[in-house]
């Protein structure tokens, strides 16, 4: 091999390129089979295809680059996009119920996942990680808790790792068993996929295998979750606060504070689908720009789902052992059962 081809593929290591075309060439081959398979659909096919193939034979780290592009930046501008085609007299239709219901299921799952991981004997900063992640969006959330509550980089990365795991086996097992508890109910249907799935990314695949009516409003339920994080990250911060010793806070008081960086108080895709939707509200919108934007936040649907299933490693999920895996499934029966309880006190249909 010349010089030339070693310093191209060293360069095309560190590319996004190469992650990045995989995952648009799984979404393009999902589409294909979705039409011979049309009840799971392209999304569904695309995730379950990716995991395949990224256990299997694309499991080479310079691909990660791209596939972690493809999976956040993709992902976001479909929520953004969405946002053209949803109104607020859309959103209004969730009703003071829906909202009521995301609040207390959100609350019940950050005490429930506190007590379970205290009897588990995991850290408080790992409890308090595994109970953002869950109960507001993922592995979004756990980036945005970490540094208030002063997490290792390894804490991070294990809850991680557990909130994906259990993300995956309930976006698998909630459409069959919304579809079987709420026939026919799509407000419902909705609120237990959006009220539960930790990720926006599970949120769509998981209701892309009931419909897309469902899509819809449980990202809505998704989003209004999402709004929250800004309140729990702040609570999450105080608790940690109270937890520091006075050593720490005295060596902090006399360091060299480092200048705070500007932060947007929700994530940016969420500021853009409520402008988008704002816009589409009271603004008449063309036909075809709504159609255009749907399209395209299809594509960059199935891709990111599509990178989403090619970089869940599952030999790191058994890596971390039976507590884990415990705590995971504990958090994932309170969810649901919690769900299904506060959807029926709350009548949300």
């Given at each position: 091999?010349?010089?030339?081809?070693?310093?191209?593929?060293?360069?095309l290591?560190?590319?996004?390129?190469?992650?990045?075309?995989?995952?648009?060439?799984v979404?393009w081959?999902?589409?294909?089979?979705?039409?011979f398979?049309?009840?799971?659909?392209?999304?569904t096919?695309?995730?379950?295809?990716?995991?395949?193939?990224?256990?299997?034979?694309?499991?080479?780290?310079?691909?990660?680059?791209?596939?972690?592009?493809?999976?956040?930046?993709l992902l976001e501008?479909?929520?953004?996009?969405l946002?053209?085609?949803?109104?607020?007299?859309?959103i209004?239709?969730?009703?003071?119920?829906?909202?009521?219901y995301?609040?207390?299921?959100?609350?019940?799952?950050?005490?429930?996942?506190?007590?379970?991981?205290?009897?588990?004997?995991?850290?408080?900063?790992?409890?308090?990680?595994?109970?953002?992640g869950?109960?507001?969006?993922?592995?979004?959330?756990?980036?945005?808790?970490?540094?208030?509550?002063?997490?290792?980089e390894?804490?991070?990365?294990?809850?991680?790792?557990?909130?994906?795991l259990?993300?995956?086996?309930?976006?698998?097992?909630?459409?069959?068993?919304?579809?079987?508890?709420?026939p026919?109910?799509?407000?419902?249907?909705?609120?237990m996929i959006?009220?539960i799935l930790?990720?926006v990314?599970?949120v769509?695949?998981?209701?892309?295998?009931?419909s897309?009516?469902?899509?819809?409003?449980?990202?809505?339920?998704?989003?209004?979750?999402?709004?929250m994080l800004?309140?729990?990250?702040?609570?999450?911060?105080?608790?940690?606060?109270?937890?520091?010793?006075?050593?720490?806070?005295?060596?902090?008081n006399?360091?060299?504070?480092?200048t705070k960086?500007?932060?947007?108080?929700?994530?940016w895709y969420?500021?853009g689908f409520?402008?988008?939707?704002l816009?589409n509200?009271?603004?008449?919108?063309p036909?075809?720009?709504?159609?255009?934007?749907?399209?395209?936040?299809?594509?960059?649907?199935?891709?990111?789902?599509?990178?989403?299933?090619?970089?869940?490693?599952?030999?790191?999920?058994?890596?971390?052992?039976?507590?884990?895996?415990?705590?995971?499934?504990?958090?994932?029966?309170?969810?649901?059962i919690?769900?299904?309880?506060?959807?029926f006190?709350?009548?949300v249909?």
């Amino acid at each position: 091999m010349t010089n030339e081809s070693v310093a191209y593929m060293k360069q095309l290591k560190k590319s996004f390129l190469p992650g990045l075309i995989l995952s648009f060439i799984v979404a393009w081959v999902s589409k294909g089979i979705a039409i011979f398979l049309p009840t799971l659909g392209g999304a569904t096919i695309a995730i379950l295809l990716g995991i395949l193939l990224g256990n299997t034979i694309f499991k080479q780290s310079f691909l990660g680059r791209g596939t972690k592009l493809a999976e956040s930046k993709l992902l976001e501008w479909s929520v953004v996009l969405l946002g053209m085609t949803v109104t607020f007299q859309t959103i209004s239709t969730l009703g003071l119920n829906g909202i009521g219901y995301i609040i207390v299921q959100m609350t019940t799952t950050i005490v429930g996942v506190y007590v379970i991981g205290h009897q588990l004997n995991f850290s408080k900063r790992m409890t308090l990680l595994m109970a953002g992640g869950n109960a507001v969006c993922g592995s979004s959330a756990i980036g945005a808790i970490a540094p208030e509550i002063h997490a290792g980089e390894e804490e991070k990365g294990q809850i991680i790792t557990l909130v994906n795991l259990l993300g995956t086996i309930l976006m698998l097992l909630l459409p069959i068993l919304a579809t079987q508890l709420y026939p026919q109910e799509v407000i419902t249907q909705s609120a237990m996929i959006g009220g539960i799935l930790q990720s926006v990314g599970q949120v769509v695949a998981s209701a892309n295998m009931v419909s897309q009516d469902v899509v819809t409003y449980a990202t809505l339920f998704k989003i209004m979750r999402i709004i929250m994080l800004v309140a729990v990250v702040y609570i999450f911060g105080k608790i940690a606060d109270k937890d520091t010793s006075a050593m720490t806070e005295t060596f902090n008081n006399h360091a060299e504070q480092p200048t705070k960086k500007f932060k947007l108080p929700l994530p940016w895709y969420v500021l853009g689908f409520l402008l988008c939707c704002l816009l589409n509200s009271f603004v008449s919108i063309p036909t075809i720009v709504s159609q255009i934007s749907h399209s395209i936040s299809g594509w960059f649907e199935i891709t990111a789902l599509a990178a989403i299933g090619l970089r869940l490693d599952f030999s790191r999920f058994f890596k971390e052992g039976k507590r884990f895996l415990i705590f995971g499934l504990s958090v994932g029966v309170l969810q649901v059962i919690s769900a299904i309880i506060w959807i029926f006190i709350f009548h949300v249909k």
